[in-house]
């Protein structure tokens, strides 16, 4: 190779030719004299610098040599367009025209043949414009129409392709090619339609007795209807027909058969001249095997009794196309209004839910990772949400009756039903999915929907979407990312479970009109229809977005708070936390688009008061819904992290412990969220509610510590000990109780004992205050009671003296009171020594002297007959009744007394174990065992389940029915149950009262 040759090569190379050599030998071809200037080693008459913007460069160079050579041999004729040296001047010079016609055949060889076949046509493209579908299908018919030498068919292909060299043109050169997506898209589907009147013209013309006999109109379905055509796609089409004069139906649908037959023959057939597209009319009602005509009512009559649900869908991008227009437009008016109800069928959405599924099931395992259309991620998961969206919202909203997929999405998004930030993710991935499809269809005019795998593909496919550096390593990271987004975006869109209640709700019902909604109140038994009225004005009121949304939601809500016992409570509490909410980007969305979040608020809220105060007070917590795992309480250690950190950022004293409380706050309604919605049994409310409860003293005697070394300007002079007692102590804290516990210290060694007390008091002093305090949190009570010599003891004893005391001067009832003591809060040291004094009192070594058996018999006969309130029932009562809390709890802790210093398993601060412990050890029959558990178990639920209905503690079976009917929805059960549930409760309770009187009574 010379020096020159070397020269050229490397030029072109440089401007991404990828076969240089072979480009230098064509631009020395004589076919491209006039364009270049052989001599010339820079270009620098552009002509090589045009070609290599395109997408291939050396595809445009060999069809451009091949071009001129045709035009060079076509007879020379007057009219301008076929005039050579207009051509070389358009080439030679950077311009539109330049730029249009060597991007044409850059990207499409088979557009770059037609044009080889028909070079006069390069008109069409240098000076192309955009084009109303009736000038299309002026030029179409003019050109099946006109006296020539070619069928009428022929003709049909030519111009067709005439017409697409400007469409593709015009695209190709757009300077943003994702934003004129949507006018190529239309174009080309008007282009489809004017070929469709074209071939109703031939099919006419061949067969004017059966155009006399049947009226027939042409729908176009799928994207011909959309107005959102590929390059090349499959024309889905519905044909309907109607007869003409006295011609009977039959032999009217049988002529307009013909006619649609000849119809799909002149656009699908395969002649000289190529073909069009396949026109597809397997659509119709029974696809197939049903005719290929029908009449308006036929296709009525179908539609009204056997139509299926995916046949509904389809019709959404109806639209007369061809044909007889008024027919065509009778026809979508007709059936236009099924479509709009279609949502309401039972199991529509799961319909179209398992539809898509089976799409993607049977897409041939070898294409799925490279389909572009039916795969994950692809173009029908954005087209299946965005219709499912539709139809199910559009009865109400006519607002998003639009057959075209992004006109769709855009409306959705206005109308509050998708997200914005959802919408331009959609957008923009459906506008990248489909013009990488078209640039893929436009190299062969071929219907494929696959991303290439060849390196020279890829390579001209990333060029013709604009990238240079890496071009097949660029297009295909962003198609998989894009993929990745809608797929992420259609599971949680197509599968939103909002969309099933609301297909299930008549229009009327998802609308709200007023007076629509306030006999639906009334129906679902609001006791206050017109205040509930009220507060449904003022949510959907105005044309805010966040209204938009409430509109979405509060109809389907509305049901939701009905199925629980006290529904105006629920939308009372719903409406607070949205004015707290409502400006908050995420608060609505989540509801709208985050799995069952919006169902669960609805039912926590209409079930418990309780969660209602607590969310209404910190009205960020209802993200715990819409988190995956943000119903799984937080450990105690994560609790404390942040209750330290809270208060870190508050001075020592009062605000710094409300920090705390606020984040005590929010975990109470974690926790009351879990447990309404199934996520938590007692056990795990028990420890949750304990773990929280430790947190606090923790972090909040820490503070209290601090306050009290900054008032007195020195480090205390002794240790601190929280220990907690009853409930607390077994760890089964319910949500209304109070924190049963002792206060222990210890001074250091060489301290003033006195000084010690006062310092150890004040701090004691200020926990107690700063827990109880006043304030928008919940208070902590701190009930000290079981301390020696009870309330009228000192608050805090030292350790020495707890030791004192227990030899001197305990009672049997303290010992019992031991049985649950734990360490909750202080320093560790102090514990175990706090326990190795106490457990010898707890588990006596020598167990019970039979006085003692006596007197904690005598004790329990007199609570029974003492504390219950006078008049109460003893039957009913959850904690001192027959049966209840106290009868469990002190026939275990009876055995605990007598046997804990041999049996091991005894020596357990929880009921429920204890009492595994005594069955398995033969103390009590493993009969009672069951009855004693079920009855503690059933109180303690009752009794959580009456302080989450109505935020205040139960304690006795309530005597009011809507109480007991909300406790029983509390525990799950079905509306109306509060009766069934107390019967239950009565008759657990008779037989663990059996079992009672003989493990504990001896009788």
Known sequence: MNHRSSSVAGSLARLGFADPGRAATLLAEPALGGLVDPLDDVFADGLPEALAAVADPDLALLCLVRFMESLRRSPAREDESHDTAYLLSTLRRAGRG?????????????????????????RAVADAEPMAVADRKSRLLSAVGAPR????????????????????????????????????????????EAALEAAYAIAVADLPAEATACRLAVIGMGKTGGRELNYVSDVDVIFVGEPLGDVGEQEAMQAGGRLATRLIRACSATTPHGTLWPVDAALRPEGGAGPLVRTVASHRAYYERWAKTWEFQALLKARAVAGDRALGEEYVATLSPMVWQAAGRAGFVEDVQSMRRRVEEHV???????????????????????????????????????????????????????????????DAAYRFLRTLEHRIQLFRLRRTHLMPTGAADLRRLGRALGYRQDPEGAVVERWQSQAREVRRLHERLFYRPLLSAVARLSSEQARLAPDAARERLSALGYRDPAGALRHLEVLTAGLSRRAAIQRTLLPVMLGWFADEADPDMGLLAFRKVSDELGSSHWYLKMLRDEGTSAERLAHILAR?????????????????LGDPSGLVPLSRGDLLARMRSAGSRRPPGESAVAAMRAVRRAELFRIAAADLDGHLDLDGVAGALTDLTAALLESALEVCIAEVEARRGSPLSTRLLIVGMGRLGGGEVGYGSDADVLFVHEP???????????????????????????????????????????????????????????ERWSLVWEAQALLRATPMAGEQGLAERFLA??????????????AQVREIRRLKARMEAERIPRGGDRRRHFKLGQGGLSD????????????????????????????????????????????????????????????????????????????????????????????????????????????????????
Not at 160 to 185: V, W
Not at 365 to 370: G, H
Not at 608 to 624: N, R
Not at 837 to 847: C, F, K, M, Y
Request: net charge negative.
């Open 748 to 806: 250091l060694p060489g301290a003033d004992e006195h000084v010690a007390l006062e310092e150890a008091t004040e701090v004691v002093r200020g926990l107690t205050h700063h827990l109880s305090a006043h304030s928008a949190e919940p208070p902590v009570g701190l009930d000290a009671d079981l301390r020696p010599e009870g309330k009228n003891g000192p608050i805090i004893r030292s350790l020495a003296s707890y030791r004192a005391y227990y």
């Open 888 to 1003: 469990v709890e002190w026939t275990v802790q009876l055995q605990q007394l007598e046997h804990a210093h041999v049996l091991e398993g005894l020596r357990t601060t929880g009921t429920t174990s204890a009492l595994d412990a005594c069955v398995e050890a033969g103390l009590i029959e493993p009969g009672a065992g069951v009855a004693l558990r079920e009855a503690w178990v059933l109180a303690s639920r009752m009794r959580n389940a009456g302080t989450l209905w109505h935020g205040r503690s139960f304690e006795s079976l309530p005597s009011q029915t809507v109480d007991a009917n909300g406790i029983a929805r509390v525990l799950g059960l079905p509306p109306g149950s509060g009766q069934e549930l107390g019967e239950r409760y009565l008759r657990v309770a008779r037989h663990a009262r059996a079992a009672v009187m003989a493990a504990f009574y001896g009788r």
């Open 98 to 122: 330049r730029d249009r016609l060597l991007a044409v055949v850059g990207a499409s060889a088979a557009l770059g043949d037609h044009l080889v076949a028909h070079p006069t046509h390069w």
């Open 837 to 850: 004094l106490v457990d010898p009192i707890r588990w006596p070594a020598r167990g019970l002297e039979p």
């Open 608 to 624: 418990s008061g309780y969660a209602g105060d607590l969310l209404v007070g910190a009205p960020e917590c209802v993200q715990f």
């Open 364 to 426: 041939p395992a070898a294409e799925a990772p490279r389909q572009l259309k039916l795969g994950r991620g692809g173009l029908r998961d954005v087209e299946f949400s965005v219709q499912l969206l539709q139809l199910v919202h559009g009865r109400s909203d006519p607002r998003l009756r639009s057959g075209t997929t992004l006109d769709a999405l855009a409306a959705l998004s206005a109308g509050g039903y998708v997200g914005r930030d959802d919408r331009e993710v959609l």
């Open 149 to 192: 030498r070619i069928t009428p068919d022929d003709a049909l292909r030519i111009e067709y392709r005439r017409q697409l060299l400007g469409i593709a043109a015009l695209d190709l050169t757009a300077p943003d090619a994702f934003a004129a997506l949507p006018t190529t898209a239309a174009a080309l589907a008007d282009l489809a």
